[in-house]
């Protein structure tokens, strides 16, 4: 995948992270909020996976 995927894909995740959080919150669903945490942690790490590859990619392009 490529960074630009990847940053896609963890903002995504993110955004239903928070939206499951929600729905859990307001319907008093424990699992369903606690899923919602979880899927909103991936998408943190996948945009961390993707800055770092553009990093990697960016430093590797000026040598």
């Known amino acids: ?3 630009g ?3 896609m894909k963890g903002n995504l995740n993110e955004a ?7 729905l859990g919150e307001a319907t008093d669903n424990e ?15 996948q945009q961390i996976k993707g800055d770092a ?3 990697v990619k960016r430093n590797v392009d000026d040598l």
């Open 31 to 45: 699992r369903l909020r606690r899923e919602g945490e979880h899927q909103e942690i991936r998408g943190d790490a």
């Open 5 to 7: 995927t990847d940053k």
């Open 1 to 3: 995948m490529t960074s």
């Open 53 to 55: 590859k553009e990093r």
């Open 16 to 22: 239903m992270g928070k939206t499951k959080q929600g």
